[in-house]
């Protein structure tokens, strides 16, 4: 590639203002090993988790994109009706009808705004982003804003000691524009392997089956996961986006700076980087603390770093991620 494409970004439409929210309450490993048959040293060895955020029954899940927004917006220096595009990715919307965005732009106050849901997976905050900036770019909207949200810990079964102990809730955003200059997004690869669509899946509540007694009662509300052949896919999914990504932007791995992988295991993470050979300490890794929450776990991890003061102009940022789907990608940008 010639010098001359690293220095044209591929969608000249930057991140300007980053935020994040997490539930108050906190859910330890022990707290788990009270009520499930599992230890915190097995999740801990296995996922790398220790802890997470879970919304309480009363809280309203909508109010955790609504934070992360405005957040978003203050550090951004603008204010909600500067806004004209909301994308809100989420795998469990507030309501089927009429899904989540228009009860965060609601709680926000956007006004006249355009506002939608995108589904993808833990992928759908990527998915989500690329379209924003290419909206952006292709003079349909000005400035967007684009959120992560998810509350799993309502639609997991917390009798299941497989899946419950690896997710936690919470929110991340982050405001684009179009900006003239260096900064903006270089390289995209937004990929799919709709033959694995059986290894994370909500059975029940769609139009294919929906809510009955028969679905309560046999269990068929809740998040199952083959967790083994989503490990196995994981690493292969995102690797092969990344390489993508970062040939479409002309770099070389070795020139990326930061990488923000979607936070499903520190066993898949670590397998990730080695695979591409990036150095551990170029890896942001929340994991520990915050667990799996899906779409918001890219723009939470985002946000920690940003607020760190550790991303600086001119960086450049991998962030890839993969899920249910089985959808995955990597976004490639400059700071
Ligand atoms: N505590 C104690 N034992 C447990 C627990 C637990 N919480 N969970 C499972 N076990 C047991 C199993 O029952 C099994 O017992 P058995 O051998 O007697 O049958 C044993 O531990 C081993 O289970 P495995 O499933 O083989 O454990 P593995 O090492 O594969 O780890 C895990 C499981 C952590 C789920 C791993 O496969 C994984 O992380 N997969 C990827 C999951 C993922 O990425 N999910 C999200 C992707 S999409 C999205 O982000 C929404």
């Avoid at 939608?116 to 909206?135: I, R």
């Avoid at 290894?199 to 679905?215: K, Y």
């Avoid at 999914?237 to 479409?248: S, Y």
Wanted: net charge positive; glycine share 10%.
């Amino acid at each position: 590639m010639s010098p001359q494409k690293k220095l044209t970004p591929l969608i000249p439409v930057k991140i300007t203002g980053t935020g994040s929210y997490l539930p108050e309450k906190i859910l330890t490993n022990d707290d788990l090993a009270q009520f499930l048959e599992t230890s915190d040293e097995w999740i801990r060895t296995r996922t790398g988790i220790r802890t997470r955020h879970i919304l309480s029954p009363e809280e309203i899940p909508a109010k955790m994109g609504i934070e992360a927004g405005q957040r978003a917006l203050a550090q951004g220096r603008r204010s909600p009706k500067d806004v004209d595009l909301l994308l809100v990715a989420t795998n469990v919307p507030e309501e089927p009808i009429p899904g989540t965005a228009p009860h965060i732009a609601l709680g926000l106050g956007l006004g006249k705004g355009a506002f939608a849901d995108v589904t993808a997976g833990c992928a759908g905050f990527l998915y989500a982003l690329a379209m924003a900036a290419t909206m952006i770019h292709a003079g349909m909207a000005k400035r967007a804003l684009v959120i992560g949200t998810e509350a799993l810990s309502r639609f997991v079964n917390w009798q299941d000691r497989a899946t419950c102990v690896l997710f936690g809730d919470g929110a991340g955003a982050v405001l684009m524009e179009a900006k003239k200059g260096k900064a903006g997004i270089l390289g995209v690869a937004l990929r799919g392997d709709a033959t694995k669509l059986g290894l994370l899946r909500i059975e029940a509540g769609g139009v294919r089956l929906p809510a009955s007694m028969e679905t309560v009662q046999a269990g068929k509300h809740f998040l199952e996961m083959e967790g083994k052949g989503l490990f196995r896919a994981a690493v292969g999914m995102m690797a092969e986006a990344t390489r993508a990504a970062a040939a479409q932007a002309g770099l070389t791995l070795e020139e990326i700076d930061w990488v923000v992988p979607h936070q499903a295991n520190l066993r898949i993470i670590e397998a990730l980087v080695k695979r591409l050979r990036i150095p551990e300490e170029k890896v942001v890794v929340n994991i520990e603390r915050v667990a799996n929450t899906s779409t918001a776990s890219i723009p939470i991890a985002l946000d920690e770093l940003v607020r760190a003061g550790k991303v600086e102009p001119g960086q450049i940022l991998a962030l890839t991620a993969f899920g249910a789907g089985a959808c995955y990608g990597t976004v490639i940008l400059r700071w």
